[in-house]
């Protein structure tokens, strides 16, 4: 239903609202109508200091907070930090004119060679929707719009602009839509970013089931569908598709006004669009505006998000923390110490306000008595030279210990290329085996966007601390882990392999002939490795502490019809303060495996000082239980047993205990096309069954066959009992199936 001010406009002039007036702004309309401004944000608002016609990632923008991306905010896996980082970059866009904030992404990291990964938060859906959310609902807290983003299947880089996306209704349901679907459902986002792919051949800008079956007919979504920059390719097909607006603008308006004209597109739908652009207009036109904002606590904001998304790998011996007050030599080797790198290439890159350096920062920390030299060790491009990994070995030789600084370079990630394998620069990589053989006390300190494989030098690191992309504080909140000021508290939310073949979408990314199949179904990450028990450097949910953490009590209480409360009690039983991850699994019993292994469905952070304990308090519902039926087309859940189990990653489970549901209770209609085996596992159809079959010889064959030969006959469709001589007929099938029908009325 559209409102009167709609009404009151021509329809070219509601086209003109569907489509933007520049890059960045929507189209004004007379007086009534204000443009509005939208601008990259994922991790920092990236306000163009001009607005021209063209689209740049590479042109001037003004001085923002860069935040550290949500590969690293995802990692922290603090919803609270995530909102009062949304809640940040809200000021920032207040204080630019901006009216919606162009993030956060969600999409799933289904190959760690996705050149984008740095800019989305985890291969989990639970991980991704409830941290998303909370983004959005800090961005929303102040009236600044939130765009979630790529909406659906947006999984590479490569062939970005029309491959598709080839998955199954089921992986599509269970894997890449539940993060939009949570985000929607519970932040209500005031608008969602569609993807440029196709998915199962059909654009998302065109998509109508994605579009407005799914997002706004199921979930309720009622908000506003934006193309990606570029995405659309038919605007008549988009809008009659559900996409409210197309950015940037194409010139294309009348070709929606020609298509009313001609009766190819209704006129509903053109005021339909406008009325979302205008109800889009209302929302943010509440918003809290502001002059300024407190460029030290947003910098020391994403000092925090940095310092609470690292994660500690590995930390033999207890080498870190050092301390800044000891008398030892320490030698700082890597470019990245002077130099960071910390964000990645393309639409979300951020001028920063101010950059922090781990060189800097360590050297204002540490005591007089703490002796730091620094060598680069090795050239950011890649170009080899000897004389900067010999001076950094001689280096390495006369120190105690050395704080090695590696990473991928600046173009390795990027939006618009995937990478073509996992593996650190070799130059790096021979560098560390150098440093390795004349000092045992190596800490590696990791920058980069996505998963790097460390299976083939990580023995040659007593320590290893992933920084990922830190923003603009990350070089100070390296020294604060280093040091040991704040303990590691960051988990991963991505499987680190052991290879690259061994990643589940291997023989399938990115694809051939246009088409990235998804093959690998819902086996993603932990998902696959955990089901086939295939070694890991580092399980999903990893991360160690400067503390040590025990589980106990774990408690799963009955609340209702189907729903639970599970309970876990967490000490610190080490000699530092610090923060735990506790993460909740469930794993359904079965003989043999038709879903993941286990699958996350509940976290949280709790932060306790030496010998103090929480309690850590878990919600389940019949949604975590539940399977998408193809059959139903629908969640299902179908009665059983699930282990609970609680744990510090997916592979270090400390405390199971266990639930059983009756299931939903809804019974499948049964049709002649049900196995057999589905008619006696049905209760109403087996009492059919033995009621109407019982003085057939079909029944009594039965009987008398062999386990071999019963076993055959329950996959069988029951029509097809009709050619085997065994006295049943189409009319006994249509009875039976008529009978049950009857019977589920009742």
Sequence with gaps: MTSDRIS??????????????????????????????????PHGIRRPAEDGPGVSFLGASLPATCYPPAVTLGSSWDTDLARRVGTALAREASVFGVDVVLGPGVNIKRSPLCGRNFEYLSEDPHVSGRMGAAVVTGIQSLGIGACVKHFAANNQETERMRVSADVDERTLRELYLPAFEHIVREAAPYTVMCSYNRVNGVHASQHRELLTGILREEWGFDGLVMSDWGAVNDRVAALAAGLDLEMPPTGTDDEIVTAVEEGRLEAAAVATAAERVLRLRDRVDRAERLAAWDTDAH??????????????????GGLLPLDPQANQRVAVIGEFARTPRYQGHGSSRVTPTRVDTAWDALRAQAGPDLALAFAPGFTLDGAPDAVLATEAVALAAESDTVLLFLGLPDTAETEG??????????????????????????????????????????????????????????????????FGAHSPS?????????????????????GQDGHSVYGEGRYVGYRHYDTVDLPVAYPFGHGLSYTTFRYD????????????????????????????????????????PTRPRHELRGFAK????????????????????????????????????????????????????????????????????????????????????????????????????????????????LLKFTGFGLGVTRAHITALVAEVAERQKR
Excluded: M
């Excluded at 960051?490 to 990115?510: A, V």
């Design 8 to 41: 009151e406009l021509t329809l070219a002039e509601q086209a003109s609202l569907t489509s933007g007036a520049t890059s960045w702004t929507t189209t004004p309309v007379r007086d009534a109508v204000r443009a509005l401004t939208l601008s990259d944000g």
């Design 299 to 316: 910098h020391e904001l994403a000092r925090e998000a940095a310092r609470d998304g690292a994660v500690l790998l590995k930390n033999d």
């Design 417 to 482: 290329l995937d990478r073509a394998d996992i593996a650190l620069p070799a130059e790096q990589v021979e560098l560390l085996r150098h440093v390795a053989a004349v000092c045992p006390r190596v800490a590696v300190v990791l920058a980069n966007g996505s998963v790097v494989s460390v299976a083939e030098w990580q023995d040659d690191a007593a320590a290893v601390l992933e920084t990922w992309l830190g923003g603009q504080a990350g070089g100070s909140a390296v020294a604060d882990l280093l």
């Design 490 to 510: 960051g988990k991963l939310t991505e499987s680190i392999p052991l290879r690259l073949q061994d990643t589940p979408s291997y023989p399938h990314f990115p």
């Design 553 to 592: 009590d774990l408690e799963v209480e009955r609340t209702g019809e189907n729903t639970w409360t599970a309970r876990v009690t967490v000490t610190n039983t080490g000699p530092r303060g610090g923060a735990e991850v506790v993460q909740l699994y469930l794993a359904v019993d079965e003989p043999r």
């Design 606 to 717: 709790l932060r306790l000082e030496p010998g103090a304990s929480g309690r850590a308090e878990f919600h389940l519902t019949g949604r975590d239980l539940a399977r998408w039926s193809t059959t139903r087309g629908g969640w299902r859940i179908d009665p059983g047993t699930f282990t609970v189990e609680v744990g510090a990653s997916s592979r270090d489970i400390r405390l199971r205990s266990w639930l059983r549901t009756p299931g939903d209770g809804v019974l499948d209609p049964l049709t002649p096309q049900s196995s057999l085996g589905e008619w006696l596992a049905h209760p109403i159809g087996s009492a059919v069954l033995a009621e109407h079959l019982a003085d057939l010889p079909f029944a009594s064959t039965l009987a008398e066959s062999d386990a071999q030969l019963l076993a055959t006959a329950v996959q069988v469709p």
